[in-house]
């Protein structure tokens, strides 16, 4: 195989398009669907498959376990009364000639539930390719970006190419429950100079995502018979009233805060439940609402502010506090947030060496990169936030594909990012040697 090691890699990674495809399908056939929020899950053979995979490519340590809760408990974004037997992660090293950076490489093998399996036009796990795109639960999230991160590692090796950086790659359970899989391992230790999830962004380079907060207030008003209305006070009219000052914070929010890579914060009220009946003046109305916000918020000047999460809730609090002055009711009987779900946000520098590699890497790949933020959650908090390493969010596929009937991956997004991401671990933690890719 002649030409530039650059050369020689898309010749391979041309050669092996069709293995490539028939790799991404044998993951996506793994039912590895959580099951009542993540309290157990069927992610046990799909990790023995991975595992497996990574053993034959000669990784110089394997590290197969299941998350202990006692052990992260105490850990921010922990979530309880999940049961992890059979629902191991699965930890490779392999070890660089030294020299080089590190790269930590993440990815979930857990997919959502599939939903009424009789609106797909194929089986969720049968991942059939129609022109062009592959269908299946788990194709954009993020089976796709997982089997292409370990594809990447295996075409560098089989170019016979010596990485100097050592490469942990951590295939892990339970994110889309909230990530104890990613905190397993980040307690355990694992670290890197730098960190990539291969959540679906569509091929750009994602250095931030918004935080969230999911919680509720219950209102409570004085039951009457319906012919009495006046007499009674119902909670749900009251409700609305608290729902409508939410959204006026969010408008103010739209005005007031900015950030180059991500949309505006929102709130979003998802739920709402309250009375007995349609002729009994509601005696009370629970909201349950979702708040999203920046990891780090720019003035009209550009100038950059740190957001405090407690402070987002704080100003959500008193904002509903004094939307309740006027109202003798509310003020006799004030609302009380309780928040029961805490997603952080976080950010890496913009000129930090991982997005400024990662940008020329992709670029030199593809020919052309975005800059930009994920709008959901994933499990890149923990490795920035906790771990402590700069992270970049990068994978095939977009977000609006996830979760939904009929999921589904272009092929050549999913062949085009085992390409920009074995050029991009190449840059990143380098060939030993000091060898050039272009030589």
Known sequence: MGGSIRQQMDQYLTDKKDDHVDFLKQLVGFDSRIINDGATGKEGEIQKFIANKLSEMGADELDIFEPENDRIKDLPGFNPNHDYTDRPN????????????????????????????????????????????????????????????????????????????DVIFTSVVDEEAGGNGTLACVERGYRADGAMIMEPTGLEVHAANRGAFLAEFKVVGRPVHASLKGFGVNAIDKAFKLINALYELEKSWLLTKRHPLLSNPTINVGQISGGDGASIVAGECTVRFDVEFFPREYDVDGQEFVVDKNQVKQEVQDWLTRSCEGDEWLCEHPVQIHWYQDTSAFQTDLDHPLVTTALDSIKRSLGKVTLSGFPAGCDGVYLANIGRMPVIIFGPGRIHQAHTVNEYLEVKQYIDHIKATANFIIDWVGIAGGVEIDQ
């Open 90 to 165: 699965v930890v490779a090293v392999f070890r660089g000639s030294g020299g080089g950076r590190s790269l930590l490489i993440n990815g979930h093998c857990d997919v959502v539930d599939t939903g009424n399996e009789s609106l797909w036009t194929s089986g969720p796990f049968s991942c059939e390719e129609r022109e062009g795109y592959l269908f299946g639960r788990g194709t954009a999230d993020m089976k796709g970006g997982l089997g292409a991160a370990i594809l990447a590692l295996e075409a560098i090796q089989k170019v016979g190419i010596k990485l100097a950086g």
